[in-house]
């Protein structure tokens, strides 16, 4: 079982940068093609920025032309939560952290039909990547 992160606002806006308080704690999307990781082609690990927790691995990362980092599969099923987004008059499925309950950004069934079929679209300023050690 996953133990849960708790954190006052004030301890997660000393913690996190302006940008990642925005995206991770009041559901904010970073602008297209802006992100550290969009373009990113390092071996790794994709953790979340605010606990820690790994999502997604860079074996999963694809290209998928909008603008935020795409991934086809996460890196642990339960490490990231699905929750229905009927916000800015859209049907969609945010995808949180399940440590910490951080935003991450939304999934979406356009991915890589040769792989899950899922394109997960999330935010750089969620992430932090951790190197492959070779």
Request: hydrophobic residues 30%; aromatic residues 10%; contains cysteine.
């Amino acid at each position: 079982m996953i133990e849960k992160v708790s954190k006052t606002e004030a301890e997660w806006r000393a913690q996190l940068t302006l940008e990642q308080y925005r995206v991770l704690r009041e559901h904010g999307t970073e602008r297209p093609f802006t992100g550290e990781y969009v373009h990113a082609k390092q071996d790794g690990t994709y953790a979340c920025a605010a606990c820690g927790q790994a999502l997604f691995s860079s074996d999963t990362k694809f290209e998928s032309g909008t603008g935020w980092p795409s991934f086809w599969d996460v890196a642990e099923k339960g490490n990231v939560e699905l929750i229905e987004d009927h916000s800015m008059f859209m049907r969609r499925v945010e995808v949180r952290c399940s440590r910490c309950g951080g935003h991450l950004g939304h999934v979406f069934e356009d991915g890589p039909r040769e792989t899950t079929g899922l394109r997960y679209c999330i935010n750089s300023a969620a992430l932090k990547l951790e190197p492959e050690s070779k």
